[in-house]
């Protein structure tokens, strides 16, 4: 259901970039190709795709740092390239591979950040102390900057990214290269921001797992296009990934199986008889019920929801 406009955070149509590089061999990228996206107020949006498909240039554009060859970009109302300086005020951007100056103490970052935008004195330490401790970071804030692991540089980049305590966020691949229980905290991190404080947020990534965990709704990007975007459980229907229920029979699977009500189809290999369904929640029941009627054991039963990766591969196609 498409939302009014004022609801949107983004809203961003048919937006192009090319880049142009070279000199003695000039050399053209298209890294977006018409690329359109909504993000709804105070929701947080994955963009998925890729490497190459056009995330970090997108997101550039849309933070401000970009000027888009054609398309028109709103954002919290705004005019990316009219209005981008009263919009820097109201957004921030965390890249997942943040790179600070090396001899600077994690304090002296966010303290510097805090500085560009007109933070000083007692307020500018009353906000660093806050956020260098929301993030856990004060055991390190004299610790210069190039001595942290990879997963403490992101927390500081996520740090120095609220500083401004922004309306809307851009994390660009915020757990890239993250071990996995370092990279669950980051997502704890992200979803409190939006519980806590409404944040709009946009983050790009290329795991699924992590769209899934914590995407309200999530827009896939190949080749500087939006291919679809919408809900993980959407997404699915459209497609028409239905859930697998596999089941280990005795007797053989009865005929009727393959003809009952949500069942998509049915075959049976390996003393397996997998059935895909439309909802296995609501088909299981009726399906035990009737297998039991007409006696046919039924030794074991899974159940595996598809996976957004699927959803992916199916509209790459
Ligand atoms: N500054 C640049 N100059 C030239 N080409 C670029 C530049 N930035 C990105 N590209 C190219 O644009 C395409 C999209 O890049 P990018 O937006 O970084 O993709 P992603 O973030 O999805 O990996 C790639 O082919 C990349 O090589
Ligand atoms: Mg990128």
């Not at 977006?32 to 550039?60: E, Q």
């Not at 990316?80 to 304090?107: E, H, I, K, T």
């Not at 409190?192 to 709704?217: S, W």
Request: aromatic share 6%; net charge positive.
């Amino acid at each position: 259901m498409p939302s009014p406009a004022s609801a949107l955070a983004i809203d961003a149509r048919e937006v192009a970039k090319t880049f142009r590089s070279g000199w003695l061999r000039p050399r053209e990228t298209a890294a977006l190709r018409g690329a359109t996206l909504a993000v709804p107020r105070g929701a947080i949006v994955g963009l998925l795709g890729p490497n190459g498909a056009g995330k970090t240039t997108f997101l550039s554009i849309l933070a401000t740092l970009l000027i888009p060859d054609r398309g028109t970009v709103r954002v919290l109302g705004l005019d990316v390239v009219r209005d981008s300086m009263a919009l820097r005020r109201r957004l921030n951007m965390a890249s997942g591979r943040p790179s600070f100056l090396w001899s600077l103490r994690v304090a002296e970052i966010v303290a510097f950040y805090g500085r560009l935008y007109g933070l000083s004195g007692a307020a500018l330490r009353a906000r660093v102390d806050a956020l260098i401790e929301q993030y856990e970071l004060t055991p390190y804030r004299r610790v210069p900057y190039s001595e942290l692991s990879t997963g403490l540089k992101q927390r500081v980049a996520l740090a120095k990214s609220l500083v401004n305590d922004p309306e809307l966020l851009f994390l660009d691949e915020p757990t890239l290269g993250l071990d996995p229980d370092v990279s669950m905290r980051v997502r704890a991190h992200i979803a409190a921001l939006r519980r806590e404080r409404g944040v709009t947020i946009l983050l790009t990534t290329h795991y699924m797992r992590e769209a899934e965990e914590l995407c309200d709704e999530v827009a896939f990007i190949k080749a500087g296009r939006i291919l679809d975007a919408g809900t993980p459980d959407e997404l699915k229907r459209r497609i028409g990934l239905g859930d697998v229920i596999a089941l280990r029979l005795e007797p053989a699977a009865p005929a009727w199986l393959a003809e009952a009500p949500g069942v998509l189809r049915c075959a049976s290999a390996d003393g397996w008889t997998k059935c895909t369904v439309d909802d296995a929640e609501k088909r299981l029941p009726d399906l035990l019920r009737q297998l039991f009627a007409e006696g046919v054991t039924v030794r074991n039963v899974r159940v595996r929801e598809p996976e957004l990766e699927e959803v992916f591969v199916e509209l790459a196609r």
